[in-house]
């Protein structure tokens, strides 16, 4: 079977973000800094408190670990690990005095009842800072602890049975083999099962058959085609200019580049250096440049190149390239 280039482009897909395990009621059992805590603030504090020093009031930062762990103007701590009643990040949350509370009353962005909730969790776990998860190195996972171990096939089992059973459910029936074939179909090709396909899988009665039904989705043309529609819509691939114009342009070469390369399983760092950089490899080939569309995806005028274009050029160029490759922005940079 396929492997690494399909693993990340499933990640990709995915969006790369952690899943944390949840307890009842939408609360996690245990709270993860980038994924629970992160968004809240960004969303409700950051626009007065974070990285713009323009607009940052009061000389408070939440943006970083020492802003968090300063003294208030109160001489109070911003974050007191352990201790969310000592911590003045969550009592503004719940001051009862509108000119107290946080955010403020007219601001565009409020946190419910159970975001509050989340952060006061957070905070009385320790309050941990993370790094954001574009610079975090991947790291060994702890196996959860299950209940119904019987269940488990594989070791992803382990994980969909730990969050099941977090949130007191329990796994459903195993799907009947046309069901199978037609998920299975679905997911790894984008077309459903053709009824001679249907038919040879139901007739199938050895151990692999379903493992020998995965190779053969693998190997088809249409695998390429279903994992590369992310990574097209990222990499903002279009046939027409895209300005008022929208006069129509031959990108699908570059579109058929990323299929082949996809159905070819070949290594994410080569599959990554020739969309950044095939045109400077040594004695590149034609197939090298072709992928190298990927940096000419961006809309263009059919006006000719003014030097505003040729920035707006560059620019849509390194935040597309930073999105994708590294996972955030630096148009801010």
């Not at 974070?50 to 974050?79: C, F, M, Q, V, W």
């Not at 975090?136 to 059973?165: C, G, Y």
Request: net charge negative; hydrophobic share 35%; proline share 6%.
């Amino acid at each position: 079977m396929r492997n690494r280039l399909i693993i990340i482009m499933t990640a990709f897909m995915l969006g790369g973000q952690s899943v944390g395990v949840s307890g009842g009621e939408g609360v996690p059992a245990q709270t993860d800094f980038n994924h629970d805590i992160r968004p809240l603030l960004a969303a409700a504090c950051f626009t007065c408190h974070g990285p713009d020093e323009n607009k940052r009031e009061a000389d408070l930062r939440l943006d970083t670990p020492e802003g968090l762990t300063r003294l208030s103007s109160a001489d109070t701590p911003i974050l007191q690990p352990h201790d969310s009643r000592q911590s003045e990040l969550y009592q503004r949350l719940i001051h009862t005095d509108p000119e107290q509370r946080m955010p403020p009353p007219d601001a565009l962005h409020q946190l419910s009842a159970s975001d509050i909730d989340l952060i006061k969790k957070w905070i009385e776990e320790g309050g941990n800072w993370d790094e954001h998860w574009a610079f975090v190195s991947p790291k060994q996972t702890e196996w959860p602890s299950v209940h119904h171990a019987s269940w488990i096939r594989q070791p992803v089992d382990l994980f969909i049975l730990a969050k099941l059973e977090s949130e007191g459910l329990e796994p459903s029936e195993e799907a009947d083999r046309r069901t199978l074939i037609r998920r299975a179909t679905f997911d790894l090709t984008g077309f459903p099962p053709t009824s001679e396909e249907v038919s040879h899988f139901l007739a199938d009665e050895s151990v692999n058959a379903y493992e020998q039904l995965i190779d053969r989705l693998l190997d088809s043309p249409r695998f390429g085609e279903r994992l590369a529609v992310d990574w097209l819509d990222a990499s903002r691939y279009a046939d027409t200019h895209g300005y008022h114009e929208d006069f129509h342009r031959d990108m699908w070469p570059w579109r058929d580049w990323v299929i082949r390369a996809i159905n070819q399983n070949m290594p994410f760092d080569q599959f990554a250096t020739e969309q950044i950089a095939g045109d400077l490899l040594p004695d590149a080939t034609n197939q090298q440049l072709v992928a190298t569309g990927f940096s000419r995806n961006h809309g263009v005028t059919a006006s000719g190149i003014s030097e505003e274009y040729r920035v707006e050029y560059v620019i849509d160029r390194v935040k597309t390239t930073s999105a994708v490759f590294l996972g955030l922005t630096i148009g801010c940079a």
